[in-house]
């Protein structure tokens, strides 16, 4: 085994394209780890705004939840909203007849990042975010259907033509609203436009911050015939002391929304309209 894994590097040092698709391969991988997650995309069931005169979360049916102005049904718990934060308080009979400890309040927003925070409660789980200025549950079922259903997302064949050398101009104290799904408009950071040649023509993208990494939302000619209509999302590597980085789009993957219909995708901004075909990444997902 030790010498497998020292003739593996001696190829990944001979061969950078080796090197490129053996990191594809990993990437292919996480990427159906990640929706299939805990927190992923494929076990969400509902996307509920909130209503400060619809504090109370009650069972309706064995297999509906519903914010309400009263008590109905079963109760499971009362969100209390204050002036900087959102709580959840489980109801007394419930945490009564339940034989593991279940916390009296917790904490659903601000959450310190996006696995945290959640209420656990039967087969389902649910968090809080943030769109805006409203606030919504992300609800889901940790026994959703989807996740057993699911099938392999089809991809382009690497193509290290669509791997090319850019140039990072970095933006200061300069933000954007960004339109989602939902008609919203969002603010985001800029970080920077990122120069770049492909089929020897010149293109730029705007870069976005998120979590500290930089983010781009693109659309380009294949959307609709071969890729998820609205666009596709990628990460770009931190530039080197001269500017230069990276744009590989073989690893540009679907949004959110080309697995639910409970997300708040953002849409590509018209800077980041290609007028070129992108044949790499993800493709549509069946």
């Not at 593996?8 to 040092?13: C, R």
């Not at 109760?75 to 007394?92: A, E, L, M, P, Y």
């Not at 064949?157 to 989602?180: C, G, H, Q, W």
Request: charged residues 25%; aromatic residues 16%; glycine residues 6%.
């Amino acid at each position: 085994m030790k010498n497998f894994f020292i003739t593996l590097l001696f190829l990944i040092g001979l061969n950078p394209v080796f090197a490129q698709n053996l990191d594809f391969e990993t990437f292919r991988v996480q990427r159906a780890q990640e929706l299939l997650a805990e927190d992923g995309w494929l076990n969400l069931v509902g996307l509920e705004w909130f209503d400060e005169r619809l504090p109370y979360l009650n069972r309706t049916k064995n297999d509906s939840l519903l914010l309400s102005e009263r008590i109905e049904g079963k109760n499971i718990g009362t969100f209390q909203f204050r002036n900087d934060s959102i709580w959840f308080f489980f109801n007394q009979k419930i945490t009564k007849k339940i034989k593991r400890q279940l916390p009296a309040k917790i904490l659903q927003f601000p959450v310190v990042d996006y696995t945290s925070g959640g209420v656990y409660y039967d087969r389902w789980k649910w968090t809080v975010i943030k769109r805006g200025d409203k606030f919504a549950m992300r609800l889901r079922d940790l026994e959703h259907p989807a996740l057993s259903a699911f099938k392999p997302i089809p991809y382009f064949d690497y193509d290290s033509a669509f791997r090319v050398e850019a140039l990072f101009v970095p933006k200061f104290n300069e933000t954007m609203d960004i339109p989602n799904v939902l008609g919203q408009l969002v603010e985001w950071k800029v970080m920077g436009i990122v120069k770049f040649q492909l089929h020897g023509k010149a293109y730029e993208l705007t870069a976005l911050d998120e979590a500290g990494k930089f983010f781009v939302i693109f659309s380009d000619l294949t959307n609709e015939s071969e890729t998820y209509p609205i666009g596709r999302y990628l990460y770009v590597s931190y530039p080197d002391k001269n500017g230069k980085t990276i744009l590989d789009f073989n690893f540009a993957y679907n949004p959110p929304c080309a697995f639910t219909a409970f997300a708040t995708c953002p849409i590509p901004p018209k800077q980041n309209r290609l007028e070129t075909s992108i044949s790499a990444g993800e493709k549509i997902p069946k």
